[in-house]
Protein backbone atom coordinates (compact mmCIF):
# COMPACT_ATOMS: atom_id res chain seq x y z
CA UNK A 1 0.00 0.00 0.00
CA UNK A 2 1.76 3.36 -1.09
CA UNK A 3 1.41 6.41 0.12
CA UNK A 4 -1.49 7.91 -1.12
CA UNK A 5 -3.90 5.05 -0.56
CA UNK A 6 -2.99 5.50 3.34
CA UNK A 7 -3.92 8.98 3.19
CA UNK A 8 -7.17 8.04 1.37
CA UNK A 9 -7.27 5.31 3.98
CA UNK A 10 -7.19 7.72 6.70
CA UNK A 11 -9.76 10.08 5.06
CA UNK A 12 -12.30 7.88 4.52
CA UNK A 13 -12.04 6.54 8.33
CA UNK A 14 -12.71 9.97 9.70
CA UNK A 15 -15.47 10.52 7.35
CA UNK A 16 -17.19 7.09 8.66
CA UNK A 17 -16.21 8.38 12.31
CA UNK A 18 -18.29 11.43 11.63
CA UNK A 19 -20.88 9.92 9.97
CA UNK A 20 -21.54 7.65 13.04
CA UNK A 21 -21.21 11.36 14.61
CA UNK A 22 -24.40 12.24 12.53
CA UNK A 23 -25.92 9.09 12.56
CA UNK A 24 -26.07 9.32 16.87
CA UNK A 25 -27.21 12.87 16.89
CA UNK A 26 -29.64 11.87 13.97
CA UNK A 27 -31.00 8.81 16.23
CA UNK A 28 -30.99 11.00 19.55
CA UNK A 29 -33.45 13.34 18.48
CA UNK A 30 -36.15 11.17 18.00
CA UNK A 31 -35.63 8.45 21.32
CA UNK A 32 -38.83 6.38 20.53
CA UNK A 33 -37.73 5.21 17.03
CA UNK A 34 -33.76 5.16 17.92
CA UNK A 35 -32.70 2.41 15.69
CA UNK A 36 -34.42 3.23 12.49
CA UNK A 37 -33.51 6.82 13.11
CA UNK A 38 -29.71 5.94 13.34
CA UNK A 39 -29.54 3.33 10.43
CA UNK A 40 -31.52 5.90 7.91
CA UNK A 41 -29.15 8.67 8.65
CA UNK A 42 -26.19 6.56 9.43
CA UNK A 43 -26.06 3.77 6.33
CA UNK A 44 -27.47 6.98 4.14
CA UNK A 45 -23.90 8.53 4.55
CA UNK A 46 -21.53 5.35 4.65
CA UNK A 47 -22.47 3.09 2.26
CA UNK A 48 -21.10 6.06 -0.39
CA UNK A 49 -18.37 6.38 1.54
CA UNK A 50 -17.12 3.26 1.49
CA UNK A 51 -18.06 2.66 -1.73
CA UNK A 52 -15.95 5.81 -3.20
CA UNK A 53 -12.98 4.73 -1.06
CA UNK A 54 -13.13 1.20 -2.53
CA UNK A 55 -12.58 2.90 -5.72
CA UNK A 56 -10.43 5.15 -4.92
CA UNK A 57 -7.35 3.12 -3.12
CA UNK A 58 -7.78 0.78 -6.22
CA UNK A 59 -7.53 3.87 -8.13
CA UNK A 60 -4.44 4.80 -6.41
CA UNK A 61 -2.84 1.60 -6.60
CA UNK A 62 1.02 1.80 -8.10
CA UNK A 63 1.18 0.75 -12.13
CA UNK A 64 2.91 -2.39 -12.62
CA UNK A 65 6.36 -2.61 -14.00
CA UNK A 66 5.56 -5.14 -16.61
CA UNK A 67 7.33 -3.18 -20.02
CA UNK A 68 10.34 -2.89 -17.60
CA UNK A 69 10.54 -6.13 -16.41
CA UNK A 70 10.19 -7.60 -20.10
CA UNK A 71 13.04 -5.47 -21.27
CA UNK A 72 15.67 -6.78 -18.51
CA UNK A 73 14.54 -10.34 -19.16
CA UNK A 74 15.82 -10.85 -23.39
CA UNK A 75 19.44 -9.54 -21.40
CA UNK A 76 19.71 -12.92 -19.21
CA UNK A 77 19.13 -14.95 -21.29
Do not use: W, Y
Amino acid sequence: MNIRQKITLIAVDMAILAELCVGMRAASLDPENFTPAFCKAFFMLFLPTLFSGIVMIRLLRDKPQAAQQTQSTPEAA
